[in-house]
């Protein structure tokens, strides 16, 4: 296995954008020079990123120094909630969360279920974002960068 790369990367810009590129319809590109994170997005495209009329040497170089970022799949949001109810002491609480996970509008219904037990919905922001940092960390692992403070 290669060894990894450092990189500045902000790791809070990087899971945002894996949350959010899907929502956003927006595509976002981990820059392997300099650890920026781009978005193109129809209101805003980037420049840089080449069309299908690009001749393959400019789709090649764009590829050796842009990395697209993954988008979080919904299966993955649905995995951290089911993951974190059952770290929950609260039996009535820990069965209520189960009932309202399920279809669409369940991350809505989730929250508000949390908004009368403000502990736990401060948890599950921290359980949260830790599992999307993990994430964030074995995708960049995946390529052989290291993150570093930016």
């Known amino acids: 296995m290669a060894a990894s ?6 790791l809070d810009d990087l899971t945002l954008m894996m949350d959010l590129s899907a929502e956003l319809e927006v595509s976002a590109y981990l820059d392997r020079q300099t ?6 997005s129809p209101d805003t495209p980037l420049d840089i990123v080449p069309d299908e ?11 050796a120094r ?11 949001g649905d995995q951290d909630m089911a993951d974190f109810i059952e770290t ?5 609480l820990r069965e209520r969360l189960r009932a309202v996970i399920h ?16 502990e736990e919905r401060a948890r599950w922001f ?11 960390l074995q995708w960049l692992a995946s390529h052989n960068i290291m993150a570093t403070a930016p």
């Open 126 to 136: 921290r359980f949260k974002d830790q599992h999307e940092r993990e994430r964030a």
């Open 5 to 10: 790369t450092p990189l500045p990367v902000d």
């Open 53 to 63: 009329e690009a001749p393959e040497q400019a789709v090649q170089e764009f590829t």
């Open 103 to 118: 279809g669409r509008g369940a991350f809505s219904r989730f929250k508000d279920a949390l908004s009368t037990h403000p």
């Open 35 to 40: 650890g920026e994170i781009l978005l193109d």
């Open 66 to 76: 842009y990395l697209k970022l993954p988008i979080q799949s919904s299966q993955q």
């Open 88 to 92: 929950i002491q609260d039996e009535q």
